[in-house]
């Protein structure tokens, strides 16, 4: 079975040999992956470049931008993030910085009395574990993992499409559906058991209504009273059946060999990153974990790791971890902090600088 496409008002009504309910989700613009090349992506047919700042009523002459990159960014790729900002748009001003950077700023801004921090920072392509010391980042220290929230929402996808409803072109929805339903189990093995019983016996089965975009904008679960158990519903909804995908996909972040990654978990990740700093400073690291990114958004996320933690960290380490209130925009909140700081104009690289000095100017001074 196959979702198909919303069709148009004058044909909407379902014909004799219609088999599928109508669906056609309007997705937003793609998450861009890394660009290669500034002056191909400026001459693809999808691209415009005043639509990075089309609603943008500032002055960009007179303004100061910072703008988040991935830990060891690519050269090529820092160069041509100078030439969009000074010389495509003619900021006044540049801070490119990791946002790791920001979210140990905001960290130690609102606790004075720290000296490090350890920022996991699990977001749509990567995770990342960066130390900092004094809001100077140890790059001994930093771990990259290749499980990010795209990962996670194309696996299910492929899980989906292999056991119920082809959903490989529906992204967006899809990813809907991970942060709707999914959790990170405390005991993935007694959860696989329970997702495999029947009936009223399987406490983590859900169903899953998917939109159609005219009555059902958006997916939602159904109340498990509402549920039908056996049989089939008659309201002619699509529906989702979902058990142990529910913690099956982000498990991954725990454990990428399980579909093939042969990288480590986040657990062991963390203690392979406090390991490689001095041995003085490994108890504060796990003392100042802070978790950012929407993957820790999962619930029981920040339980599990800590659980896994505390069996992997010496027993007279104490571990503390930090799930901000918002860890979407935690780091986005730290360069708020940072551009109203006394040090924030010793920071960036004017436009001045960079027309006299190019892009030598922009690698003294940025910590990529």
């Given amino acids: 079975m196959e979702l198909t496409r919303l069709r148009s008002d004058t044909a909407r009504k379902r014909s004799a040999s219609s088999q599928t309910a109508s669906f ?14 500034w002056k191909r992506s400026k001459t693809h047919p999808g691209f415009s470049t005043s639509s990075l700042f089309r609603r943008s009523e500032v002055d960009f002459a007179d303004t100061s931008i910072v703008i988040t990159e991935p830990y060891f960014n ?9 030439e969009i900002l000074f010389e495509e748009y003619q900021f006044q001003s540049v801070l490119r910085i990791n946002s790791g950077s920001l979210s140990a700023h905001h960290y130690f801004h609102t606790k004075p009395s720290e000296l490090c921090c350890l920022v996991v920072d699990s977001s749509f392509s990567f995770t990342h574990i960066a130390p900092y010391c004094r809001s100077k980042k140890l790059h001994e220290g930093i771990r990259r ?4 929230g795209k990962l996670l929402t194309n696996h299910l996808k492929e899980i989906i499409s292999y ?5 490989m072109d529906e992204t967006h929805v899809i990813n809907q559906v991970k942060e709707d339903v999914c959790y990170v189990s ?10 495999q019983m029947k009936g009223e016996e399987n406490t983590l089965m859900r169903d899953y209504v998917l939109p159609d975009f005219s009555s059902i904008r958006k997916g939602f679960c159904k109340p ?12 002619g909804e699509q529906i989702l059946r979902l058990a142990n995908e529910r913690f099956a996909v982000p498990e991954m972040l725990f454990h990428p060999s399980d579909i093939g990654i042969q990288e480590m978990g986040i657990p062991e990740a963390i203690v392979h990153s406090v390991q490689a700093l001095p041995e003085e400073m490994q108890p504060h690291f796990y003392q100042n974990i802070v978790l950012t990114g929407g993957n ?3 619930p029981g996320f920040r ?15 104490p571990v503390s971890i930090l799930l901000p209130s918002n860890p979407v925009c935690y780091s986005w909140e730290g360069g708020k902090l940072l551009a109203h700081s006394p040090d924030y104009e010793e920071m960036v690289v004017t436009r001045e600088e960079y027309e006299e000095n190019g892009h030598c100017v922009c690698e003294d001074k940025f910590d990529i």
Avoid: C, W
């Fill in 74 to 82: 690519f050269s090529s790729i820092q160069e041509s993030m100078n």
């Fill in 145 to 148: 993992i290749n499980v990010g």
């Fill in 24 to 37: 056609a989700p309007k997705r937003p613009a793609s998450k861009p992956s890394q660009p290669i090349s």
């Fill in 163 to 167: 056991r119920q409803l082809h959903v």
């Fill in 296 to 298: 820790t958004l999962f």
């Fill in 303 to 317: 339980e599990r790791l800590e659980a896994e933690l505390r069996s992997l960290v010496p027993a007279h380490l």
């Fill in 224 to 235: 498990r009273e509402e549920m039908v158990l056996s049989g089939k519903y008659k309201t």
């Fill in 186 to 195: 405390q005991d993935f093995l007694r959860d696989m058991e329970l997702a």
